[in-house]
């Protein structure tokens, strides 16, 4: 199956499943949390953001971000570089 996977989905699935080290967590278990928080510095996409949603359906998720962008924000950008 091809298609494209937000980066921030796979860390997510890998976070929650305990086969991702060297990300900072609170606790001597990051596999035995009760929520999990994700800080996005710079902006999120909603794409990104559903993303992470979607792998951690069983788990309580806080997404923290400066910014969301939207389509009018990288229209914006892409229109600048003309």
Do not use: H
């Amino acid at each position: 199956k091809l298609a494209y996977q937000p980066a921030l989905s796979r860390i997510t699935r890998k976070f929650i499943g305990r086969r991702l080290w060297g990300f900072r967590s609170i606790g001597e278990d990051a596999g035995n949390t009760k929520c999990i928080v994700i800080y996005v510095r710079g902006g999120l996409t909603y794409s990104e953001y559903r993303g992470i949603l979607c792998e951690a359906r069983d788990t309580s998720v806080y997404v923290v971000t400066d910014y969301m962008i939207g389509y009018k924000d990288v229209m914006a950008g892409v229109l600048s570089e003309l």
